[in-house]
């Protein structure tokens, strides 16, 4: 999840903040957020190769709108190629967690299908523990300590989780380091699985299906491409798209609007600040 707002400057007065140390754990990334102002402010988001998680600590819960309907809290995760929708906030404080699908499953503790393109309150997945969490996030003094909290939280939650499939989650990999251009087949043969095994293994613990899968990372790389001002000729000839028309579509199913309109709104203005790695997860630093 990738906020953003109208405006070319929109993110200036944003304070973010990075951990210094990477995670104890492998496929997470964090960034904290403080978004002050007098009023509420429209968040959109577009979808990422990662399962997001927004922890908000200021008493100030998200209002969502859009394509996931309308939901309200304070605490949220979001799963794989979701729809682009809003989010409205007013003085906006908060851990955002970016996850490698395969360490998704034991840290949310489901299954990755049931979380599918959609949108869950944090409450649900993780109870009270969401509660609690909140509550020492709004007490940390620092920043460093609010990201050991959640690396400790995180931590926890895998060694108690079930994890996916090895074949599973070396098929990811293989996605993630391909930028989105291997084939089920290739796969399938890499795992000694049939080609419907695959497809059906990978679908339920991922959330996607194989081919869904490669198509996100492939359009990460490419969107990233085009806000750093790459045309859309040359992004579509690296990014193994077969013609300009087929990253067009692409990129209007992930994010609703053309290349040039991604390209040229502040969407990702924070990402170099709040994810200086940005597209890590679609580049091969993944679990």
Sequence with gaps: MQPVRPGADSTAAWEIARPSRVSALPGVEMAGFRIGGSSAIELRTIPHPAVTVAIEFGDRPFDLHGAVGRTRGDGLAVGLAFSPFQVRAEGVACVQIRLSPPVAQPVLGLPLAELCGGVIALDEVWGRDAARLRERLHHARTWPERFALVDSELSARFAAGRTVDPEVSWAWRQIVSSQGRTRVSDLASGVGWSRQRTWARFGSQIGLTPKRAAMLVRFDRAVHRLVRGHS???????????DQS?????VRAFTGVTPATAANEPWLAAD????????QLAHGNCY
Aim: proline share 8%.
């Design 232 to 242: 859309p000729a040359r992004v579509a000839a690296d990014g193994g798209y077969a």
């Design 246 to 250: 087929h990253l067009y579509h692409d």
């Design 272 to 279: 170099d600040r709040a994810w200086p790695a940005a597209g």
